[in-house]
Nanobody, 123 residues
Framework: QVQLEESGGGLVQAGGSLRLSCAAS????????NAWFRQAPGKEREFVAG????????YYADSVKGRFTISRDNAKNTGDLRMNSLKPEDTAVYYC????????????????WGQGTQVTVSL
């Protein structure tokens, strides 16, 4: 089992950058695929980025590709989502998720979730 806690959310101007962190406790984070999802008001939760536990291959939603970078530091049991060129449509609650299996874009595949951190991008 692993417990997850996000941090780093806040208010940023359009075009700016923000770094989100996911701190894991319990079993070593390196045994889990890590993914980020987000949910905007009135919208369904959507996939943002993921990194596979075994291959370290990364995956991105088309809407964030080229702007966001997912990474992990297994020695520190942390995962990061670096967000650049932020747009107002990036405004959402961002969630860190983990699964002891292969990467999936389906949020139903993830057994462990943080409680979310708010990201607001202003004009």
């Amino acid at each position: 089992q692993v417990q997850l806690e996000e941090s780093g959310g806040g208010l940023v101007q359009a075009g700016g950058s923000l770094r989100l962190s996911c701190a894991a406790s319990g079993r070593a984070f390196g045994y889990y695929t890590n993914a980020w999802f987000r949910q905007a008001p009135g919208k369904e939760r959507e996939f943002v980025a993921g990194i596979n536990w075994r291959s370290s291959s990364t995956y991105y939603a088309d809407s964030v590709k080229g702007r966001f970078t997912i990474s992990r530091d297994n020695a520190k049991n942390t995962g990061d989502l670096r967000m650049n060129s932020l747009k107002p449509e990036d405004t959402a609650v961002y969630y860190c998720a983990a699964t002891p299996g292969a990467f999936s874009q389906d949020d139903g595949a993830y057994a462990y979730w943080g409680q979310g951190t708010q990201v607001t991008v202003s004009l």
